[in-house]
C-alpha cells in the first residue's frame, strides 16, 4: 500500500520537475468517488476543470484530497497534482497557473514567499497580512483558514526530557552551551535551511550552531529516530504530526515565541478566485471543522495505522456529513 501511494505521488513531482521545459499538462484522477452530501451540486462549477495540489508530507496529501472530494461532491472535474516535492514547487507551480488551488500555511507564505523575518504574533492578524500582501504582490488569494496551527516545533523523547530537564527552547540552548553531546539533534532538509527553521531559531536563542551535533535526515525519520534517542535526542517536528502524541514525545515550548503561526488556509490564483467565487464558500466549512487535534488524528492514522490519505480524508468528510461515498 505504501508502494502504491508513492507511484500516485510520482508522476505529480515529475510532472513539476518538467514545468520549466514544457509544463505540467494535468494531474491524474480523484482516486476515490464521492457524491454530495450537505455539500450540494453547484450549478456554476459543474464539469469546470479544477486541478488541486498539495506539498509531499501526509497532513498536506490530507489537505489536497479534502478539497479534491468537496469540489467533485460540487459537480466540479478535479484533477489530483497532490504530493508536490517542496512549499516552492507547489507556490511555483500555483503562481504559473498550473495548480489552481490548495491549502498552504500562513507562516510560511508571511516568511519564504513575502520574504519577511518577523512573524505576527496574532494568528488572525498574520493571516490577514499575508492575504493583504500575497494578492497586493502576487495575485494569490488566501482564504477560508482553518484553526490549526502546523507550526514547526523541536520535540524530545519523554525519558530525555526527565533526565535533561529541557522543557522550553531556551533548555535546549543551554543545554547546547554546557554540554553539545547531550542535545544531539535530528533535523528535515526543509528545516534545516528555512529562515523560519533551524537558522533563525538558533538566532533567536544564541545558539552557537557551530557546537550544535546535528543531522539533517528526511523528515520523516525524525520521529522515531528522536523517540529512540540513540541516534538523537532532539528532533525538529511539524506539531500537529500524528506520531508524536503515539511516540510519546514532548514538545518543546517556545518561550521565547520565535516560531510564526501555520494555519492552514485555502489559496488561490486570483484569476481562479473570482471566476469561481463559490469554492470559497465551499471550502470555508471544512477549514472550519480542521482545529490540531482533527488534523494530528487525522495524521495519525496515516502515520501511525498505516491508511492511505485519501481514505483518511473521505472517511472524515463522510463522518462530518459533507459528503457521501460515490
Known amino acids: ?32 468517488p464521492v457524491g454530495p452530501g450537505s455539500i450540494r451540486p453547484v450549478p456554476e462549477l459543474d464539469g ?3 486541478t ?6 501526509t497532513e498536506a496529501n490530507i489537505h489536497g484530497y479534502l478539497i ?15 504530493n508536490i516535492q517542496g512549499s516552492n514547487s507547489l507556490r511555483d507551480a ?3 497557473g498550473q495548480v489552481d488551488i490548495a491549502y498552504d500555511y500562513t507562516g510560511t507564505g508571511w516568511i519564504n514567499y513575502l520574504g519577511n523575518e518577523t512573524p505576527e504574533p496574532d494568528e488572525r492578524r498574520q493571516f490577514e497580512l499575508v492575504r493583504d500582501a500575497d494578492l497586493a504582490q502576487h495575485n ?12 514547526y516545533a523541536l520535540v524530545t523523547s519523554r525519558r ?5 530537564g529541557v522543557r522550553t527552547l531556551s533548555d535546549y540552548a543551554a543545554l547546547i552551551a554546557r554540554d553539545p553531546a547531550a542535545a544531539a539533534t535530528c533535523v528535515g532538509t526543509e528545516f534545516n535551511v528555512r529562515q523560519d527553521g533551524y537558522p533563525g531559531m538558533a538566532r533567536k536563542y544564541g545558539i552557537d550552531v557551530p557546537k550544535v551535533q546535528k543531522q539533517i535526515v528526511q523528515d520523516a525519520l525524525v520521529y522515531q529516530a528522536t523517540a529512540d534517542a540513540n541516534q538523537c535526542r532532539f528532533g525538529s517536528v511539524a506539531a500537529t504530526d500524528g506520531r508524536i502524541p503515539a511516540l510519546d514525545l514532548v514538545l518543546l515550548v517556545d518561550d521565547r515565541g520565535f516560531f510564526p503561526k501555520y ?8 484569476d481562479f478566485a473570482e471566476a469561481h467565487p463559490r469554492v470559497a464558500e465551499i471550502m470555508a466549512p471544512i477549514s472550519a471543522r480542521l482545529t490540531n487535534e482533527v488534523i494530528t488524528e487525522l495524521n495519525r492514522q496515516v502515520d501511525i495505522e498505516g491508511r492511505e490519505p485519501a481514505d483518511v480524508a473521505r472517511d472524515w468528510m463522510v463522518a462530518e456529513g459533507l459528503v457521501t461515498v460515490g
Do not use: Y
Open 68 to 82: 479534491e472530494f468537496a469540489l467533485t461532491a460540487a459537480g466540479a472535474n478535479v484533477r489530483d497534482l497532490t
Open 94 to 96: 500555483q503562481l504559473l
Open 52 to 57: 488541486v495540489g498539495s506539498k509531499d508530507f
Open 48 to 50: 469546470v476543470a479544477v
Open 140 to 151: 494569490m488569494v488566501w482564504t477560508a483558514m482553518a484553526p490549526m496551527n502546523n507550526t
Open 263 to 270: 494555519n492552514a488556509a485555502v489559496v488561490m490564483h486570483r
Open 160 to 164: 530525555t526530557a526527565e533526565e535533561t
Open 1 to 32: 500500500m505504501r508502494i502504491t501511494r508513492w507511484l500516485r505521488g510520482l508522476v505529480p513531482v515529475v510532472g513539476v520537475v518538467l514545468l520549466a521545459s514544457c509544463g505540467l499538462q494535468s494531474g491524474g484522477s480523484v482516486p476515490l
